[in-house]
C-alpha cells in the first residue's frame, strides 16, 4: 500500500478498503458505510476528493457510471496495463475481470482499421455475469426446477 501525500487514519483506511476489495469495483457509499464500520466518520466529500486525487495518480480506476448511478472505483495494482485492455464487470457479484489477452490487440485492430475508432480501454467495461455467478445460477435451477 503505497501513500503519496499526506497519509491520515481515514486516507489508510479508504487505501484497505481499496485493496481488499480489488477484484471488483466500490462506489463512494461503499466507503462511507466501511468506514462508519469502522467507528471513523468522515465526510463524503472527503471520499470523493481523495478518490480523484487517487484516480489522478492511476491508483484507481474510475468507471463513470450509467446517468443517476454513482461512480464505481477500482483499485489497480501497478502493472496491470490497464490502458491495454478492456474489463469485464459481473452484473450480479461486482467482480471485474481484466481482459488481458492476445485477442484484445486483434479486437482493437479491428476496430481501429475497420471502423476508424480508437479504443479507450482503461475506463471501458462489458458488462454481463461472470462463471461464477452463472455456475450458483445453475445450482439453483438445479436444486428447485419449479421455481423457475
Known sequence: MKETGYATASRR???????????????AADIDEYLTAQNSQVNVTTIYRYLDKLTKEGTVIKYVAQKGSQAAYQYVERGHHCDEHLHCKCVRCGRIIHLECAFMDEISEHIRKDHGFALQCRNSILYGVCRECQEAEAGRRKAD???Y
Do not use: Y
Open 13 to 27: 483506511k479508504i487505501l484497505k478498503f481499496l485493496e481488499s476489495n480489488r477484484d471488483r469495483t466500490v462506489t
Open 145 to 147: 426446477p419449479d421455481a
